[in-house]
C-alpha cells in the first residue's frame, strides 16, 4: 500500500468521526466524502472486468457496500432547529462506517503481508480473473457505501420539516398587545 492508499483509507474512515458531533447538515457534509471517494476512483478504477465471475464478485462487494451505506444512513440523527437540519451519526451508523471501510483497509493489509497467495487460489478457483478485480471490486463497495448512505441521509433530511423557534414577545410589546 502506498501512501496515498493509506491517506485515503484513513480519511474515508474518520469522515464518520466527524459527525459523531452533532453539526450542520450542508454541502460539507455530502462534498467531503465524495471528494475523497471520487479521487480515489480516479486514481484506481481502470474499468470494470468482466470475464470469469468478476460480475458476481463486484456485485456481490457493491451490494455488501449498499446495505452498509443505507443502514449507516437510516441510523444516522437528522433533526430540524432554527431552520436549519443538523446531523449527527449514531453508535451504529459509526459502527457499520468503520466496520465497511475498515474491513477494505484490513483485506489490503492482509494481501500485503501474506494473503496474496490465499487471494490467488480463492480467485483460481472462483474463476476471478485477477487482481484488478478485487481493486475494482473494493473500490465500488467504498463507492456504493458512501453514495448509497448519503442518498439516504439526503432523502430523510427531505421528510424533516425546518421549523423555527417561536420568538418569545418582548415585555415591552406584551404590554400593548393588553
Do not use: C
Not at 20 to 30: A, I, N, T, V
Not at 73 to 84: H, K
Not at 86 to 113: C, E, P
Amino acid at each position: 500500500m502506498t501512501l496515498t492508499d493509506w491517506l485515503v483509507d484513513i480519511a474515508l474512515i474518520l469522515v464518520v468521526f466527524r459527525q459523531l458531533r452533532e453539526g450542520r447538515l450542508g454541502p460539507k457534509s455530502y462534498l467531503i466524502p465524495l471528494g475523497i471517494v471520487s479521487f480515489f476512483a480516479f486514481q484506481y478504477l481502470d474499468g470494470i472486468p468482466t470475464g470469469g465471475n468478476d460480475l458476481v464478485l463486484i456485485g456481490t462487494t457493491v451490494a455488501i457496500g449498499t446495505a452498509l451505506g443505507v443502514a449507516g444512513g437510516v441510523y444516522t440523527r437528522i433533526r430540524a432547529l432554527d431552520g436549519e437540519l443538523l446531523i449527527k451519526a449514531g453508535a451504529v451508523s459509526a459502527i457499520l462506517w468503520v466496520l465497511g471501510m475498515g474491513a477494505r483497509l484490513a483485506f489490503q493489509l492482509w494481501v500485503d503481508h501474506g494473503g496474496a497467495a490465499d487471494v490467488g487460489r480463492f480467485s483460481v478457483e472462483h474463476q476471478i480473473t485477477g487482481a484488478q478485480v478485487w481493486v475494482t471490486a473494493l473500490l465500488l463497495m467504498a463507492v456504493a457505501e458512501v453514495v448509497s448512505r448519503l442518498g439516504t441521509i439526503y432523502l430523510r433530511s427531505r421528510t424533516v420539516t425546518r421549523t423555527t423557534r417561536p420568538v418569545a414577545a418582548s415585555p415591552s410589546l406584551t404590554g400593548r398587545l393588553r
